[in-house]
């Protein structure tokens, strides 16, 4: 059981908005704003969309948003592309002893 | 260009022992913290443990905790992760992995696959 919780799958249509959620606790989503978000591809490495929970790195379109609420974090993808179809994992530092944890991962499926 | 390599995965028995190696080229490797990150097939991402730019500071999941280790040389650019006491459960991909921002990874190898099985 991963120690963040994300939904199993999402899906949405070319053009429409998704939100995937990741909820933890105080002592790591809603203590810490030390959230990341990445997107994987079959076979591939994962690639960071957000960091620090609301920041996109250089090269990252701006269709990918983050936000957090108490102990709940926020992947918001806008317009969606047939590439946008993935595997996204939340991860977060945490004050527990191991450090830092990922959520079980979401499959965005595009319609 | 910004690379990892990793390598040293191998199908290895129960209990036995593994190390693997991490090169990094295309950027100063002593000045970043840098992680271990497994996939176990068809599972989702696991971070396993992290070590601080200068070697002065490790990390690691309490799943790993005492059966692995993590080191580097910054001479010649490389991490590396002892695996023992190898149990199934540690079957999985092994991403060496840049650690840029707080907490997060902006560089991953492509990993290399490690397998438990007798």
């Known amino acids: 059981q991963s120690a963040l919780t994300q939904p199993a799958s999402v899906s949405g249509s070319p053009g429409q908005s998704i939100t995937i959620s990741c909820t933890g606790t105080s002592s790591d989503v809603g203590g810490y704003n030390h959230v990341s978000w990445y997107q994987q591809h079959p076979g591939k490495a994962p690639k960071i969309m957000i960091y620090?929970?609301?920041n996109r790195p250089s090269g990252v379109s701006n269709r990918f948003s983050g936000s957090k609420s108490g102990n709940t974090a926020s992947l918001t993808i806008s317009g969606l592309q047939a590439e946008d179809e993935a595997d996204y994992y939340c991860s977060s530092y945490t004050s527990g002893s191991t450090f830092r944890v990922f959520g079980g991962g979401t499959k965005l499926t595009v319609l | 260009e910004v690379q990892l390599v990793e390598s040293g995965g191998h199908l290895v028995q129960p209990g036995g022992s593994l190390r693997l190696s991490c090169a990094a080229s295309?950027?100063?490797?002593?000045?970043?913290?840098m992680s271990w990150v497994r996939q176990a097939p068809g599972k989702g991402l696991e971070w396993v443990a992290n070590?601080?730019?200068?070697?002065?500071?490790?990390n690691y999941v309490d799943s790993v905790r005492g059966r692995f280790t993590v080191s580097r040389d910054n001479a010649r650019n490389s991490m590396y992760l002892q695996m023992s006491t190898l149990r199934a459960e540690d079957t999985a991909v092994y991403y060496c992995?840049?650690?840029?921002?707080?907490?997060?990874?902006?560089?991953w190898g492509q990993g290399t696959t490690v397998t438990v099985s007798s």
């Open positions: 070590i601080k730019y200068d070697g002065t500071e490790k």
């Open positions: 295309g950027f100063t490797f002593s000045n970043y913290w």
């Open positions: 992995a840049r650690d840029a921002y707080p907490y997060a990874v902006d560089v």
């Open positions: 620090e929970v609301t």
